[in-house]
């Protein structure tokens, strides 16, 4: 079985910063995925990426880049955080994009003061 | 409101009881996904039903889908307090697309 690692699993940082989580997935998947999840909410689509160098918006990708280093990397970056802003990013990846199940990494929680 | 920016909904039930978790979903979807999120942990897929299938079950969960009707149900028979967990639908909003959208969430409790 593969795993996916996300680093780093806390992250504190300060208003206007730029903050950069990073995903490494061992499946050999295609499509890796960034959500964000706040405190009693659902998962929000921010990035997707269907292969190596495609790089796909979601629902919620204003305030972030993301980047497709490699097949098995995945980086989200919020440009400019926002004061008070808690919640946790979730990477994912799959075997390619529509063909079912994901798997998920245990999540990064970001603290902005 | 979209998608995972509302509140989880929460059910509180006894052990050996059965529960149903319903999703609604607003656009086509070739697939309805089931992921269960323990705290502190990413989701993972507990059961997949396909646009084909009304019916599929895995142990003691039954999911449905109702395409006419853009709807899909999740139940577990039985249910033990290490169902207590988070059940969240998800959908891909168009084939070939990849993009996979999760519904709002239900935190299930279940008391011994």
């Known amino acids: 079985g593969g795993i996916i690692t996300q680093t780093p699993k806390f992250l504190i940082g300060q208003e206007g910063q730029k903050l950069t989580l990073k995903c490494q997935q061992n499946?050999?998947?295609?499509?890796m995925y960034w959500y964000r999840q706040d405190s009693g909410k659902g998962l929000r689509l921010i990035y997707y990426?269907?292969?190596?160098?495609?790089?796909q918006k979601g629902d919620l990708s204003e305030g972030y880049d993301a980047s497709r280093e490699k097949k098995s990397s995945f980086s989200l970056t919020v440009t400019s955080a926002q004061k008070n802003e808690m919640a946790v990013f979730l990477c994912?990846?799959?075997?390619?994009?529509?063909?079912?199940?994901?798997?998920f990494g245990e999540g990064s929680k970001l603290t902005v003061l | 409101s979209q998608w995972g920016e509302e509140n989880l909904q929460a059910l509180s039930i006894q052990e050996g009881e059965d529960v149903t978790m319903n999703c609604s979903y607003k656009?086509?979807?070739?697939?309805v996904h089931w992921y269960r999120q323990d705290s502190g942990r990413g989701p993972a897929l507990i059961i997949l039903?396909?646009?084909?299938?009304r019916e599929k079950r895995s142990g003691r969960l039954r999911a449905t889908l109702d395409t006419s009707s853009q709807s899909s149900s999740l139940s577990i028979t039985a249910a033990q307090c290490e169902d207590t967990a988070v059940y969240f639908c998800?959908?891909?909003?168009?084939?070939?697309?990849?993009?996979?959208?999760f519904g709002h969430g239900t935190i299930l409790r279940v008391h011994p």
């Open positions: 499946f050999n998947h295609d499509t």
């Open positions: 656009t086509y979807t070739t697939v």
């Open positions: 039903i396909r646009s084909n299938e």
């Open positions: 998800a959908t891909n909003t168009g084939a070939n697309t990849g993009k996979l959208t």
């Open positions: 994912a990846s799959s075997i390619a994009a529509n063909t079912g199940q994901l798997y």
């Open positions: 990426s269907i292969t190596e160098n495609d790089l």
